[in-house]
C-alpha cells in the first residue's frame, strides 16, 4: 500500500495488539486502494505470524486464504447483490466457524447500491456478529449510506494519492521489469489519474502492451488521445493575446492529429484551474501536484493573464465537457467558446464586462505617459503618424477648453468694459449660468484634483473617466464622454460608483453635486432637440403610437 500511511499505521497497530474491530468502512474515490486495502487486511489478521509490515505471506493460514478457493474471505459486490434475499442468506451463513484462520471476514464493495431493504437485514448483523466475523465496506459514496450503519463502522477516509507518489511507484515497477519511459511520460500518466493508483497501474500496463520496454511521452499521448503541456501552454498564450485566428489553427491541427477534444477540454480546464492556483496563491507548490519546471511555467504564464479572464475562462470550459459529450459537432461547440474568451465586448454577462474592464487597466497601465494630460486637437492631429490611429480621443483639459460657458462668461464681461458699463449690472443679466459662487470652488477648474483622488481610491472608475471633459451647470456636473462609450458609461452610473464620484466633488470643492453621464454623439443629438423641438414631439408621438399613452411618461432629466 502506498499513498496512504495513516491508515496503513492504524491498521497495523491493531494487528499488532489484536484489537479488531467487528465493522470497517473504507470509503474514498475510485482507485484509491479501498478494496486492496480490505484484501490485505483481511489476510493480516488470519496470519499465523505477521510482520510490522502486514502478513507474512509464508504460513498455511496465508498460503490457503491466497488461493481462490478459500472460504474465510468472501467477497460481496453489493451492485448486483443488493436485495435482501443475498443479505438474509449471508446472515444465516456468518455462523459458521472459519475454517482456517481466526475470522471470517466479509467484504461488501459498493455497499452505497444495497436497498433500504437490505441495509435493515444487515443492521441487526452488523450491530452484534459472531466474535469470529468482520465486516468490511468500502464504498465511493459515504453519504448515502444510512446514519445507523455509518454509526457501528470504524471509518477510513482514502484520499487520492500524490502526483509524486504515483509518479515514484510507476518508475519503481518499470525498473522492476526493465522498461524504459521518460520522465515526462510518467508525470503525464499520473496527472492523468487524478490521484488514482489503479487509473495510473491501468495506463501504464496499456502503454506497456502498445510500446514494448521503450516508453516516450509522445506515445502516452498518442494513447491518451490529448495534447502535451507545450501545447496547452500555446494555446493559453494565443488567449492571452487574443489571438482568435491562432487559436482555430491549433484546433484544426488537435482534429489532423486525431486527438479527443473532450479530453483536451478538460486539460485544457485543468491548465486554467492551476493557474488560478498560482494567481491566488502564496504557495502554490502546496495545492498543485507538478513538477518543478512546470510550476515555474505557470508562474510565469500567470503573470501576463488576468484573474478576471482565468474565472471567466473557467465558467465557461466547466459545462463545456459534458455538452461536447451530448453534441454531434464537438469542434463547433470548442470553437465558439474561443471565439467568446477573445471577444468578451460580444457578451453582456458580470464576468465578461470585467474581464473587458481589467484589459483596460492592462492597456493603460502599460502607456508611458499618462492619458488625462493631452494636448489640443490640432496638435496632437499634428504629431499623430498617418499609421498610428490614436488610442484614446484627442480632448484637452485645460479648463478653457473644457468649459466653453467659461469663456461665454469673459467675452460678456468684455463687452460690459466696453459699453461702460459697470460689470455688476451684467452679473445680474447671467443669473442660473454654469459659473458657481465665490464660496464654493468649480469642480470643472478642479477638475485635475478630483481624477487623482479617484485614480488613487478607485482605479477602475478613473479608467472608465479616460477622455471625459466635465461641464458644470445648475449644481449638475455632466460627464461628456466619447462617443461609443456606452460600457463606461454603464459603470460609472452605478449607484455606488455615481455617488462615490459626487462625495470626492464635495470633498474637493465643497459643492454638492449631481453626476449625469452623457456621450458625445448624444450631446450633439439633443442640441438637435433643442434647435427643433418638432423632432423631439415626433419622438414622443412615436412612442405613444407603439406603447399607448398610459405607458408613455415623458421626463426631464434636468
Not at 526493465?178 to 508525470?187: A, D
Not at 487509473?199 to 502516452?220: K, P, V
Not at 489571438?243 to 491549433?250: A, I
Amino acid at each position: 500500500m502506498v499513498g496512504q500511511d495513516a491508515i496503513v499505521r492504524t491498521l497495523i497497530n491493531q494487528i499488532s495488539s489484536g484489537h479488531i474491530a467487528h465493522a470497517y468502512l473504507f470509503c474514498g474515490s475510485r482507485g484509491t486502494g479501498k478494496t486492496s486495502t480490505a484484501k490485505i487486511f483481511a489476510l493480516a489478521i488470519n496470519c499465523l505470524s505477521p510482520t510490522e509490515h502486514g502478513p507474512c505471506r509464508e504460513c498455511d493460514a496465508c498460503i490457503s486464504l491466497s488461493g481462490e478457493n478459500n472460504m474465510d474471505v468472501i467477497e460481496i459486490d453489493a451492485a448486483s447483490n443488493n436485495g435482501v434475499d443475498e443479505i438474509r442468506d449471508l446472515r444465516d451463513k456468518v455462523r459458521f466457524l472459519p475454517t482456517v484462520g481466526k475470522y471470517k471476514v466479509y467484504i461488501i464493495d459498493e455497499v452505497h447500491m444495497l436497498s433500504i431493504g437490505a441495509f435493515n437485514a444487515l443492521l441487526k448483523t452488523l450491530e452484534e456478529p459472531p466474535s469470529h466475523v468482520v465486516f468490511i465496506l468500502a464504498t465511493t459514496e459515504p453519504h448515502k449510506l444510512p446514519a445507523t450503519i455509518l454509526s457501528r463502522c470504524q471509518r477510513f477516509d482514502f484520499r487520492r494519492i500524490p502526483h509524486n507518489v504515483i509518479v515514484s511507484r510507476m518508475q519503481e515497477i518499470c525498473d522492476r521489469m526493465n522498461v524504459i519511459i521518460e520522465k515526462e511520460g510518467l508525470h503525464t500518466i499520473a496527472r492523468w489519474a487524478e490521484g488514482g493508483m489503479r487509473d495510473a497501474l491501468s495506463l501504464l500496463d496499456q502503454c506497456m502492451s502498445f510500446c514494448g520496454d521503450h516508453i516516450t511521452n509522445d506515445d502516452i499521448l498518442f494513447i491518451l488521445g490529448t495534447a502535451d503541456q507545450s501545447f496547452l501552454f500555446s494555446i493559453v498564450n494565443d488567449i492571452i493575446a487574443d489571438n482568435l485566428q491562432g487559436l482555430l489553427h491549433k484546433i484544426g491541427q488537435l482534429m489532423d492529429d486525431g486527438k479527443d477534444l473532450n479530453a483536451f477540454t478538460r486539460d485544457l480546464l485543468q491548465h486554467m484551474r492551476n493557474l488560478l492556483i498560482v494567481k491566488a496563491s502564496d504557495e502554490p507548490e502546496s495545492l498543485l501536484d507538478v513538477s518543478d519546471s512546470t510550476m515555474e511555467q505557470l508562474k510565469e504564464q500567470a503573470e501576463r493573464i488576468g484573474e478576471a479572464r482565468l474565472i471567466r475562462a473557467i465558467e465557461l470550459l466547466s459545462p463545456l465537457d459534458s455538452e461536447m459529450r451530448r453534441s454531434t459537432q464537438p469542434r463547433i461547440l470548442l470553437e465558439l467558446t474561443v471565439v467568446k474568451l477573445c471577444r468578451p465586448e460580444q457578451e453582456i454577462a458580470l464576468s465578461a464586462l470585467m474581464d473587458r474592464v481589467e484589459a483596460l487597466e492592462k492597456r493603460l497601465s502599460s502607456q508611458s505617459s499618462a492619458v488625462i494630460h493631452k494636448a489640443p486637437a490640432g496638435d496632437y492631429q499634428e504629431d499623430m503618424q498617418p499609421d498610428d490611429p490614436p488610442d484614446e480621443p484627442p480632448w484637452d483639459y485645460s479648463p478653457e477648453y473644457i468649459n466653453p460657458a467659461g469663456r461665454e462668461e469673459e467675452a460678456y464681461s468684455q463687452e460690459a468694459h466696453n459699453d461702460d458699463e459697470p460689470v455688476s449690472g451684467k452679473t445680474e443679466k447671467i443669473q442660473g449660468s454654469e459659473k458657481q459662487p465665490e464660496s464654493a470652488a468649480d469642480p470643472v477648474s478642479m477638475w485635475q484634483d478630483i481624477l487623482d483622488v479617484i485614480e488613487k481610491e478607485r482605479r477602475s472608475i478613473h479608467v472608465a473617466m479616460a477622455g471625459v471633459r466635465p461641464r458644470m451647470g445648475n449644481n449638475i456636473l455632466t460627464l461628456i464622454f466619447p462617443p461609443a462609450s456606452g460600457f463606461q458609461i454603464l459603470l460609472v452610473e452605478q449607484e455606488g460608483n455615481r455617488r462615490f464620484i459626487e462625495e470626492v466633488v464635495k470633498k474637493i470643492t465643497g459643492t454638492e453635486v449631481r453626476v449625469k453621464c452623457i456621450a458625445e454623439d448624444q450631446l450633439e443629438e439633443e442640441a438637435e432637440n433643442q434647435t427643433d423641438p418638432d423632432k423631439e414631439n415626433h419622438a414622443v408621438r412615436r412612442a405613444i403610437e407603439v406603447f399607448g399613452e398610459d405607458l408613455v411618461e415623458v421626463i426631464d432629466d434636468e
